[in-house]
């Protein structure tokens, strides 16, 4: 059960080995500034401009049939469910695109070592596993590495970037794992 749980979750992660399978994410972001003063006791507020931020990110591992190692750190069997809790390490690749508009515009790409911790249980019976849920998932970047010395100043910024894509997808990458842990059958 140990070793089939490992393959699965390994199986998932595998899915996502380049730009193509990457997990994705879009965001927009509007904002405005304001003029405010203040006018015999009254204050005015005056929108002088607006924008919309963009945001893409593309995170994927990086050749992990070589670099991706999963170690199971918890496996227990209580009350008809496996809980578990495991650790992963992978080199990864990744790129961010952002734009301001009439002020900036542009994107970097690299790869950084990633460090997952997923946590979860699911349930055993009917032939397989069944009812999945992930519990924790999360993720660290170390060792960031820029296709380009030019990008090398964003690294705070494209940093921010990635984790942000694993806290904002944080319930669909949860949802992907549970999914291919239901998929299991004996």
Partial sequence: MRKLLERVIVGELN???SQDTAWYNEKRKDKQKLFQMNLFGREIDKKVASWTEE???WFWLDNPKETLSLELTR????DGRVEFALAARANAGFRV???IPRLVQGNASGTAWV????EGSTAVG???LTDSRITKLDGKLRDLQFNNDLASPL???VTDALNDQVRDRNRKLRRSVEKAIDKVRF
Wanted: aromatic share 8%.
């Fill in 15 to 17: 899915e996502h080995h």
């Fill in 55 to 57: 945001s893409k990110t």
């Fill in 75 to 78: 496996f227990a069997i209580q």
């Fill in 97 to 99: 695109w952002g734009r």
């Fill in 115 to 118: 460090k997952l911790a997923i």
């Fill in 126 to 128: 009917g032939g397989g």
């Fill in 155 to 157: 690294e705070k910024l």
